[in-house]
């Protein structure tokens, strides 16, 4: 039993962490710290917390467990901040997109406290933010994989992997490089092709004619793009390195399959197509499987 | 009235468009002319056809209208093989997702009817396929482009906008070029990015640990992936010009993108995200207003 929960960030992610423990029972007091006052007042008026501070310092002095959820980009200050007035034996996590960055900042900032820092990356990203798209079941069905220090204590560890699997995750642990390689593959780069072309649609003389004509395709394709442009700002900054790889091995592929129209090589195209088509569809049912083996 | 249709093609779009004409009581008999006796079978069984043939040259004999349905790339054969059979009043229309080029096949194959074929393009892709998944509403409150030629009669203009408004369709009217110019940056090139992307992760040796960690945004940005190859090889070819400028002007804006990420330029990469993410938004509340005030 977590006695006092605190939440930093409480957008879709950190509130819904709270409202999932407190369904289980799992939590005592929730409380939210944040930048946004307005943002805080929709969170308690919602139930998702129970107190609101914009007072990260203060706040978890006497926290049993802390939820890192803001923006990536202000993981580093708000370690600073906490790190002197952590009670020792408080179990801090995170919900960052990106894991080697957090790692790293959490040696720079939390040295002292590195057996009870256990990073997590929950696997429920949505474009809606803020307190109101919180939901106790977001995380049902869903996996949280932890990227753990080699300085983390087994307890801790088992702490953070019960907590996920409270609010509902199938818990999955990784390497925090194999982590950022993996999302920057299936995740970061897919973000920043659908706000290029979105951009790219945008900057068009006759943008309105072409958005007029836009289907469900375009719909589908670039729903992404409408994520939070400073969330993904951060996630893309913080894995540089592998989301560089994967652009240049995407931009590869790109330039193969321009090569192959310039030179109307029906057989090329047919063949990448198809290749897609069929991977495409092999997983879309292989989810599909998966839904009808689990209750959700 | 319609008293012979003949659908060549009997998919999604051909039997929808046979189904809508029957819903309205506007047609007659149709015949669905395909390669695969299998589809065709399954067309008559569900009653979107009423009777079926492999023989297009026969099947048009005494029909009143044809709708030209099946892949861009069997266009030409298609017009080449029942050019000599067509009724003089015949309006031949067509549902290709490219316009320049048909109009060009219709110029060297159709020559003597071209007062009766007005090209068209309606906006219902889905990537489902086959007879099975035609419905007689999937026109409803979509928009068909007629790219008329300037051979044809006002009556045959006429005539194929009042069709496609029976099948439910908001009917505009467009120069085949510039169709071609804003189908390729809203429908083609996502189509190819998409391909893409999954050939590329389908490539790597580690594909099925990728997959295993895609979530709701790559299922999304996916979909289109999992489209008929044989399909989109066919309109990739079919409007290579216009896809290949897209591609170009894609691909430099992903380029400014990757300098962007390479320098670690966090105001471009954030600018970049606005842009995209305040058009996507503005688009989807636009389509939103417009759904509200739509009967569908």
Chains 1, 2 share one sequence.
Not at 104 to 127: C, D, F, K, N
Not at 169 to 194: Q, T
Request: charged share 20%.
């Amino acid at each position: 039993m977590i006695t006092k929960l605190v939440v930093i960030g409480v957008g879709l992610i950190g509130g819904s962490f709270a409202l999932a423990l407190k369904r289980a029972g799992a939590v005592g007091r929730v409380v939210g710290v944040g930048r946004s006052r307005a943002n805080l007042d929709e969170a308690l008026a919602l139930g998702v917390i129970d107190e609101a501070s914009q007072d990260a310092a203060g706040a978890v002095r006497d926290a049993d467990l802390v939820l890192l959820a803001m923006p990536v980009g202000q993981m580093g200050t708000v370690m600073a901040t906490i790190a002197p007035h952590l009670p020792a034996h408080c179990l801090v996590t995170d919900a960052g997109s990106t894991k080697s960055d957090v790692a790293a900042l959490a040696r720079r900032h939390l040295a002292s406290h590195l057996t009870h820092v256990v990073p997590g990356h929950p696997i429920a990203g949505a474009e809606q933010s803020g307190a109101r798209a919180a939901r106790a079941e977001l995380f049902n069905g869903r996996c949280t994989v932890l990227t753990p220090l080699s300085e983390n204590s087994v307890e801790a560890i088992q702490q953070a992997t019960d907590l996920w699997r409270t609010c509902g995750a199938e818990v999955l642990s990784m390497d925090a490089a194999d982590h950022d390689r993996v999302f920057a593959a299936v995740s970061h780069l897919p973000h920043l092709l659908a706000f290029a072309l979105v951009d790219e649609v945008a900057s068009r003389s006759n943008a309105a004619e072409l958005f007029s004509f836009a289907a469900s395709g375009f719909r589908d394709f670039t729903r992404i793009a409408g994520s939070s442009p400073e969330m993904w700002r951060d996630i893309c900054l913080a894995n540089r390195p592998a989301l560089l790889d994967e652009l240049d091995a995407y931009r590869a592929r790109l330039d193969a399959l321009r090569t192959a129209l310039d030179a109307a090589d029906a057989g090329a195209l047919h063949h990448a197509f198809e290749r897609a088509s069929h991977a495409r569809n092999g997983w879309t049912a292989s989810l599909n499987r998966h839904a009808e083996d689990s209750p959700e």
